[in-house]
């Protein structure tokens, strides 16, 4: 019994969200949830949830599909780089993103927001 309970706070301790950060876009949610290693080291969840419904009016059921993403301090300025590379190739080729329009309603733009970019906020 003891030992299970160890266990128990071991598994709670590893799962303990630190900060967190959630996304909405249109179907999908993106968590950004940082969380510590068993050595104490931060890292990043980036999980991604999408709604599924399935069925007809009285017989309708709704789940989750989540993808999880862990990310690990010393790998940051690669993946923020790889990142950016990926996300410039698309704008190049397509153009920027038209927004959503939850997103027009939800975020004023001020001279502030339009200095920054989407990855500023990795920046720590």
Same mark, same amino acid.
């Given at each position: 019994?003891?030992?299970?309970?160890?266990?128990?706070?071991?598994?709670?301790?590893?799962?303990?969200?630190?900060?967190?950060?959630?996304?909405?876009?249109?179907?999908?949610?993106? /968590?950004?949830?940082? #969380?510590?290693?068993?050595?104490?080291?931060? &890292?990043?969840?980036?999980? *991604?949830?999408?709604?599924? !419904? $399935?069925?007809?009016?009285?017989?309708?059921?709704?789940? /989750?599909?989540?993808? #999880?993403?862990?990310?690990?301090?010393?790998? &940051?300025?690669?993946?923020? *780089?790889?990142?950016?590379? !990926? $996300?410039?190739?698309?704008?190049?080729?397509?153009?920027?993103?038209?927004?959503?329009?939850?997103?027009?309603?939800?975020?004023?733009?001020?001279?502030?927001?339009?200095?920054?970019?989407?990855?500023?906020?990795?920046?720590?």
């Amino acid at each position: 019994m003891e030992v299970e309970k160890k266990k128990f706070e071991i598994e709670k301790k590893d799962n303990e969200i630190i900060y967190s950060k959630a996304i909405k876009a249109g179907k999908r949610i993106y /968590y950004l949830d940082v #969380k510590k290693s068993r050595n104490d080291d931060l &890292f990043l969840a980036i999980t *991604e949830s999408k709604k599924k !419904v $399935v069925g007809h009016e009285d017989d309708v059921q709704v789940t /989750y599909e989540k993808h #999880k993403i862990f990310l690990y301090k010393e790998d &940051f300025d690669k993946f923020i *780089e790889g990142l950016q590379d !990926v $996300v410039g190739f698309i704008n190049r080729e397509q153009g920027e993103p038209i927004p959503r329009a939850e997103e027009i309603i939800e975020t004023p733009v001020t001279e502030e927001s339009k200095s920054k970019s989407f990855f500023d906020k990795f920046k720590f």
